[in-house]
């Protein structure tokens, strides 16, 4: 398992591929905005679902096309105007709007068992004159490790 916290920013540039694959979920949250560019083709891929949501509104614009398509029924829009088949078509009568799942995406754990950062005190400074003193009265100024000079 990894747990990562990164307190401010994280950037990554690769100039190759860039793959993953995750065999559980994968859950994204973000408090601000999200924007993904592609540079040719963006493609997503469910196997039952997918579920736009917006609080205000939903824009997808097209160059030259955009087609809804669901069984055998289709709605296009392109240049030649606004195509409608189907095999029955209600205007304004029977039927209503579907609804998507919604989020339902668990938050990620931080990373636990980590104690807060202690400050330590400065170390305490040794005057010259207090070094000479101890080497005159033969005290040594630094303790010598007991393990220095053991063999394991």
Known sequence: DQLTQIKHNQHLTVEGESREAVTGE????????????????????????????????????????ITVKAGGSFVKVDPAGV?????????????????????????????????????????????YQALLQAEQANVPAVKVCPLAGATS
């Open 26 to 65: 994968q859950v994204l949250s973000i408090e601000g905005s999200l924007h993904v560019k592609a540079g040719k083709v963006w493609v997503n891929e469910a196997g039952t679902e997918i579920h736009v949501k917006a609080g205000q509104k939903v824009v997808i614009e097209a160059g030259s096309e």
């Open 83 to 127: 195509h409608l088949s189907g095999a029955l078509v209600n205007l304004n009568s029977g039927g209503s709007a579907g609804s998507g799942s919604g989020f339902g995406g668990a938050m990620p754990a931080l990373p636990g068992g980590l104690e807060p950062a202690v400050t330590l005190a400065p170390p305490q400074t040794i005057s």
